[in-house]
């Protein structure tokens, strides 16, 4: 059984920052793909970051240039920096581990989120 604790998540203006951090009950070796995704009431859940093994990441359009993912192996832990933060940018916030060959990825785990709201 493989954990995620999402933390970091609070109430934040806009043009704000804010760090989530995930936090895996394990090593992260073994999943080469980690990252964050959001999800807004009514929307579907949405690509926020990810970043693997070697280190490659891949954003969605709606957060580049404002948001950088990284990953401890240490610390078996994922982190997104999030800067420039906008209204649009309030949902659940979750963490997400998967092991993957190509473009197939299993098996794949989720945590619980953490809320993120950024009004003024």
């Known amino acids: 059984q493989v954990q995620l604790a999402e933390s970091g998540g609070g109430l934040v203006p806009p043009g704000g920052s804010l760090r989530l951090s995930c936090a895996a009950s394990?090593?992260?070796?073994?999943?080469?793909?980690m990252g964050w995704y959001r999800q807004a009431p009514g929307n579907e859940r949405e690509l926020v970051a990810t970043i693997t093994s070697d280190g490659s990441t891949n954003y969605g359009n709606s957060v580049k240039g404002r948001f950088t993912i990284s990953r401890d192996n240490a610390k078996n832990t994922v982190y997104v920096q999030m800067n420039s933060l906008k209204p649009e940018d309030t949902a659940v916030y979750f963490c997400k581990a998967a092991r993957c060959s190509g473009a197939t990825c299993y098996p794949e785990y989720w945590g619980q989120g953490t809320q993120v709201t950024v009004s003024s």
């Open positions: 394990g090593s992260i070796f073994r999943f080469n793909v």
